[in-house]
């Protein structure tokens, strides 16, 4: 018979949680022996429910907050809400995690409170989240997608998960590849001699530096978002940021949702996610381009703003708190609008397929002070 294997003890970050946890569940139960409605409260997570502080750099979730109180009509969402804070506990104590996708899949057990389909089951993890103040990964759960891709004068300090070895992951020696950042970044260290980050929005202009070693020439760091930026992705720039105190300097396309969803996520936050902004947005980080000035400087071949396009931008200069916060993004946005058109990364290879690492990016880097907020 094989022998069963041993529990790993929970780490003291999960053993936080686990209390928390713990704690709700018998706060829930005194309610119920008492004979009164169990509640839970949670934060509002919208863009009409958080303020901006420059001084702070990040969006800050506002007062409001809705309850949930288990009803006849909510005893359906009570208990999937209860039983997905349950398996968060399980996964914590185990140190096991689970996917998004797989956390959905897990509810098919649980009778008439499964999920139907994902959403739902995204929704009370976005909640649960929410409720205990802390981000899914510290409950056990995580994305699907990867977290970014690195390339450049960065070493990367980890650890083997079996034997504990210290590994040193240089940036450098992956030849035409890159360190794909993990899931969960709290744990590592750097080393880096660096002048700052260029975080690049698409994978394939990511890859033209890469290839020419673009991040020798400048002495950086080359961050791949591969469009909105996962929390990993926020989260390792910010450490890295914070630890060599170094520029953070956003190269994505001419267009709003280039500004008003990849770039504003990655610099103050989003509002569905403004109970935790502070950890997973990258205050220091200005917009190299593409802005709207440079598509006519530099020429640039273009495409008509959309209908959803021009929405977007509509939106933002009328309810977005950091838009309206800064003039000069007022003004670009508006100026965008105007002039009716977008441009992608991808448009500077009209004046040579490496016009972006001779000419572009050299000539925007001789003048940061003029980096849009």
Wanted: one cysteine or more; proline letters at 5%; a positive charge.
């Amino acid at each position: 018979m094989a022998k069963k294997k041993a529990r790993k003890p929970a780490p003291a970050a999960s053993k936080e949680v686990l209390t928390a946890i713990k704690a709700s569940a018998e706060d829930i139960q005194k309610k119920i022996i008492a004979r009164k409605k169990p509640t839970m409260r949670f934060p509002v997570r919208s863009l009409t429910n958080v303020k901006y502080r420059p001084d702070r750099g990040f969006f800050e979730i506002a007062g409001r907050k809705k309850e949930r109180t288990l009803t006849v009509n909510t005893v359906k969402t009570f208990a999937q809400t209860l039983r997905m804070i349950a398996l968060s506990k399980e996964l914590l104590e185990n140190d096991d995690i689970a996917t998004k996708r797989e956390a959905y899949y897990v509810s098919k057990n649980w009778e008439e409170a499964r999920f139907n389909e994902q959403p739902e089951s995204d929704t009370v993890m976005d909640d649960v989240e929410a409720f205990f103040s802390v981000n899914r990964e510290q409950l056990g759960f995580i994305p699907e997608e990867k977290g970014g891709d690195v390339a450049g004068r960065l070493i990367v300090v980890d650890h083997d998960r079996d034997t504990g070895k210290v590994l040193r992951i240089d940036c450098t020696k992956f030849g035409s590849g890159a360190y794909s950042i993990p899931i969960s970044v709290e744990h590592l260290q750097f080393e880096t001699n660096a002048d700052f980050i260029l975080v690049i929005e698409t994978a394939g202009m990511f890859q033209r530096l890469v290839k020419h070693n673009y991040w020798k020439k400048a002495d950086c760091i080359l961050v791949s978002m591969g469009g909105v930026p996962t929390r990993a992705c926020r989260r390792f720039i910010r450490r890295l940021a914070d630890f060599k105190k170094i520029p953070v300097y956003v190269f994505v396309d001419g267009d709003p949702y280039g500004i008003t969803n990849i770039y504003r996520t990655l610099k103050v936050g989003s509002g569905n996610a403004a109970h935790l902004n502070e950890f997973f947005c990258v205050p220091q980080a200005r917009f190299l381009g593409i802005t709207p000035q440079d598509i006519i400087d530099y020429k640039l071949p273009t495409h008509p703003l959309k209908e959803v396009d021009v929405k977007r931008a509509r939106d933002a200069v009328k309810n977005d708190p950091f838009i309206r916060h800064h003039k000069e993004w007022v003004n670009g946005i508006e100026q965008l609008v105007k002039m009716g058109v977008r441009a992608e990364q991808q448009a500077l290879a009209k004046h040579g397929l490496n016009y972006v690492i001779d000419t572009y990016l050299p000539e925007k880097l001789s003048h940061p002070e003029r980096f849009l907020p």
